[in-house]
């Protein structure tokens, strides 16, 4: 039996990324971040002396605060991920925003859209120009919409190409809605590194636990034109009032 207590630091050598585990503070989201990129955590303190008399040098030190900062980028987007660090929920139901290029004949025109048509998302852009909504419409600068994605313009507006943008409802997919008065909730983060072999053959691993942290409100993503997306999100922590005053726990165990 490896007695891990008695594993020098020097013996270590981490590498790789391992993966993380983000849970919600009332448990009811959870996500599993098991293709990350890169992976940081910072456990940091600030302290302060306290001078005097004619001594140069301090009476006395004190630490100021502490914090504990994690980033994560991982190369899979997960929406249960973008809830927590918007402080949300993950919502049944999708929306498409869609772009299409049609040419009306007889004053009509359909949408591929043929149902949960978002009315007030139609966008209609004739020879440059963007018609007006309306309900009845009576000049070549008007259109209407139903939501099942029929399409009607002016008598005697015919043959002309349009490009319309539009947003529609679909029942296969999900959404998160992030509101104006959304406040990033309170996480937990659990932090298993890549397997470390030590010189004796055997196998340790690295568990880092973030008992309470806080997004700093950011969900990063950034496309490319030749390049994969890899959402980047920040946390530091917050107290997490425990009876034991754990702040962030580093256990080192056996790879059984």
Same mark, same amino acid.
Request: glycine residues 6%; contains cysteine; proline residues 6%.
């Given at each position: 039996m490896l007695n891990l207590a008695n594993v020098k630091s020097n013996n270590l050598v981490l590498h790789g990324v391992g993966e993380a585990f983000l849970l919600s503070a009332d448990g009811s989201i959870a996500g599993r971040l098991s293709k990350l990129q890169s992976m940081s955590i910072e456990v940091s303190s600030e302290s302060e002396d306290v001078y005097g008399g004619d001594s140069l040098f301090p009476i006395f030190n004190y630490i100021k605060s502490k914090t504990a900062t994690f980033k994560f980028k991982n190369a899979t987007m997960d929406m249960n991920v973008l809830a927590v660090t918007q402080g949300t929920v993950v919502e049944g139901n999708g929306e498409v925003n869609a772009v299409e290029t049609l040419v009306v004949k007889g004053n009509k025109a359909n949408l591929s859209a043929t149902t949960g048509v978002d009315l007030e998302s139609v966008v209609v852009i004739a020879d440059g120009k963007a018609l007006k909504r309306? *309900? =009845? #419409? /009576? *000049? =070549?600068?008007?259109? =209407? +919409? *139903?939501?099942t994605g029929a399409l009607t313009f002016a008598i005697g507006f015919t043959n002309t190409t349009i490009e319309v943008s539009y947003v529609y409802k679909v029942t296969d997919g999900s959404t998160v809605n992030v509101l104006t008065n959304d406040v990033p909730g309170f $996480?937990? %983060?659990? @932090? /298993?590194?890549? #397997? +470390?072999? %030590? #010189? &004796?053959?055997?196998? $340790?691993? %690295? @568990?880092?636990? $973030?008992?309470?942290? $806080?997004? &700093?409100?950011?969900?990063?993503?950034e496309y490319t034109r030749d390049g994969a997306v890899a959402p980047e999100v920040t946390f530091k922590s917050v107290d997490p009032e425990r009876p034991d005053k754990r702040? +962030? *726990?580093?256990?080192l165990t056996e790879v059984k």
């Open positions: 309306a *309900t =009845s #419409p /009576t *000049t =070549s600068d008007q259109f =209407s +919409v *139903t939501e $996480v937990e %983060l659990r @932090h /298993t590194s890549a #397997p +470390v072999k %030590l #010189p &004796d053959g055997r196998k $340790v691993q %690295l @568990h880092t636990r $973030v008992y309470k942290a $806080v997004c &700093d409100g950011g969900f990063n993503l702040f +962030v *726990t580093y256990s």
